[in-house]
């Protein structure tokens, strides 16, 4: 989905690809900043830059990722470079955050958007990538960490607690969950869970970024107090057995055990057949909902079936 409210026009960045695409035709390289002739043309807004030498460039040091993942899908680009990454200018950049001129090293221009290609370039020998300098979005912190949060959101190496940060990051920077949901294109139910999860204790993190925690589990889990959240997982792992047939037999009648009304589960397998038997299609459904559904009721479902 499309993130609302941007100020900065990604389309433009990606709407040529392949045979179409700008990157990698023959285009005169970048001159290095230290050789810069005095005549030579300053950048400006929305220029693509070609072959920009990779150590003229420095990954985003404001990056939400922890770690980029395995590179290994990205080899190619030593041959090929489908898609420019984005720039902000070094001056830009140090507007907005002057403590980092040191981390900056002599770098020129910060990738804002491509923090993967450029590791790739690093790992796999390329020397230059086409990137295009965006400056616009260098107009606030919140900008730039939405640019860089927008790019990352749903992949499938882009952790969950990683979002669960980057999203606590821009409601940070925008002064509220509503500001974040809308700038990010999504609900506000969907900002509020993924802010639950930095709420786990550090083993349910660690277990959730394992893939042992469910994602669903997780934030239930959260809502539970942080020194019972470790017992009432490995409760829910290891439910109490059920009580043998002498035990069953020799139990007095008022300490039988009531039959639990159906869970959640239970309830949802239960519609879900009965929808198979109604062969009911998704616009059959969806007016069924409008129709049996409060609006309340009908954005719970739209932040529950969002978060699936």
């Not at 221009?109 to 796999?124: D, E, F, M, P, S």
């Not at 300098?133 to 959101?153: C, F, M, P, Q, Y």
Request: net charge negative.
């Amino acid at each position: 989905m499309a993130p609302k409210g941007g100020r900065a026009n990604f389309a433009s960045l990606v709407g040529a690809v392949g045979d179409n695409s700008p990157v990698d035709r023959k285009r005169t390289p970048t001159t290095p900043a230290s050789s810069t002739p005095a005549s030579a043309p300053v950048p400006v807004e929305g220029q693509l830059l070609a072959d920009v030498p990779v150590d003229q460039l420095i990954a985003n040091p404001r990056n939400p990722r922890d770690e980029l993942g395995d590179l290994s899908d990205l080899a190619t680009i030593v041959d090929r470079q489908l898609q420019p990454g984005t720039v902000v200018s070094r001056s830009a950049w140090l507007k907005l955050w002057p403590d980092d001129a040191d981390d900056l090293g002599q770098a020129q221009y910060i990738v804002v958007n491509g923090n993967r290609r450029l590791a790739a370039a690093q790992k796999y020998g390329r020397p230059g990538l086409d990137v295009v300098l965006r400056d616009s979005i260098a107009v606030d912190k919140g900008e730039i960490l939405w640019a860089a949060t927008s790019e990352n959101i749903d992949r499938r190496d882009f952790d969950v607690l990683e979002e669960a940060k980057a999203v606590e990051l821009m409601v940070a920077e925008f002064g509220s969950a509503d500001a974040a949901a809308h700038k990010l294109g999504r609900s506000k139910g969907w900002v509020s869970q993924r802010r639950a999860l930095l709420k786990l204790a550090p083993e349910l993190q660690a277990a959730l970024r394992a893939g042992d925690l469910a994602v669903r589990q997780a934030r239930s889990l959260a809502r539970v107090p942080l020194e019972e959240q470790v017992a009432a997982w490995q409760a829910a792992q290891n439910p109490d057995p059920a009580p043998t047939t002498d035990q069953a037999d020799t139990a007095e009648p008022d300490q039988q055990p009531e039959k639990d009304p159906a869970g959640p589960l239970e309830a949802a397998d239960k519609i879900a057949q009965a929808l198979k038997r109604l062969r009911a299609d998704p616009d059959v459904l969806a007016a069924a909902v409008r129709k049996h559904f409060t609006d309340d009721e009908r954005r719970k479902l739209i932040d529950a079936l969002e978060l699936l």
